[in-house]
């Protein structure tokens, strides 16, 4: 517990703020899943290039198996790895030739468990009947059920509808985790136009609510439907200049200017 003074000169009072943890479970009964690596399925490699942190989502077979739009059934495990990323010259996120960020350290593994009846201790930040817990690779805590408080009190942000999950849009599109240099948004390309070198991989990601296609003439490219949440890569190799559309929306139009 902390203790913080502030004193109000303005109306000449003295006050004591008491800061303290968010409310969280005392106990562990989330459980470090030692074998996840060969019992889990891998669901999605996320780059975080705000951190050059790479996270990488694995799912037991009960949560791997849950719709997108279902709630996770009891005995749901989801957890995240946390790698730190290669780093060149000037502290430089390095892309291997996918254009994905390089695993350097795992540092952290993330996990959620949902049962009857979890969650209740989190109170007014209760995710549901998810409870938290995050682990070294060894196994031991790095936050303990006890500070777990701000994992439900950010988990809160993805919703009920998602049962309190982050990028289940993104999964079940089956969808790359890399970070995009160009998103659909508004039934527009965003940018509009870009310049990139040579060899460069460019991943469009579709934020709008509705399906979209993208389609590059030149390189004799179109995709299927990509609904919200998908991504669509392509690596340009030859310089010249090529054109974006949506087939479905022929105002979509962008340009792609490879040097
Ligand atoms: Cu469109």
Not at 13 to 19: E, H, K, L, P, R
Not at 27 to 32: H, I, L, P, Q
Not at 62 to 88: C, H, M, Q, W
Request: net charge neutral; aromatic share 12%; with cysteine.
């Amino acid at each position: 517990m902390k203790f913080r003074f502030a004193i109000c000169t303005l109306v000449a009072c003295t006050a004591i703020v008491f800061s303290q943890a968010p409310p969280a479970p005392t106990e562990d009964r989330v459980g470090f899943p030692k074998d996840y690596k060969s019992a889990f399925t891998k669901l999605l490699t996320f780059d975080r290039p705000d951190n050059g942190q790479i996270r990488v989502i694995w799912g037991n077979d009960i949560a791997s198996n849950t719709p997108l739009g279902d709630p996770y059934p009891y005995g749901s495990v989801l957890l995240f790895e946390s790698y730190s990323s290669k780093r060149g010259a000037g502290n430089v996120i390095l892309l291997d030739e996918n254009g994905r960020f390089m695993p350097d350290q795992l540092t952290t593994i993330f996990v959620k468990r949902k049962e009857a009846g979890f969650g209740e201790a989190y109170q007014q930040n209760r995710n549901g009947e998810w409870e938290y817990v995050a682990y070294l690779p060894d196994g031991s805590f790095q936050t303990p059920p006890q500070n777990s408080g701000n994992c439900a009190i950010c988990h809160l942000q993805a919703g009920a509808f998602k049962d309190f999950t982050f990028r289940r849009d993104r999964i079940a599109r089956q969808a790359s985790g890399a970070a995009p240099l160009a998103t659909i948004s508004n039934y527009a390309f965003v940018p509009g136009n870009l310049v990139v070198p040579k060899g460069t991989v460019i991943t469009w990601y579709n934020d709008d609510e509705i399906a979209h296609t993208i389609s590059l003439p030149q390189a004799a490219v179109t995709t299927s439907n990509l609904d919200q949440g998908a991504t669509f890569q392509f690596r340009f190799e030859q310089p010249g200049e090529y054109d974006v559309r949506c087939t479905i929306h022929a105002g979509m139009r962008a340009k792609i200017i490879v040097q």
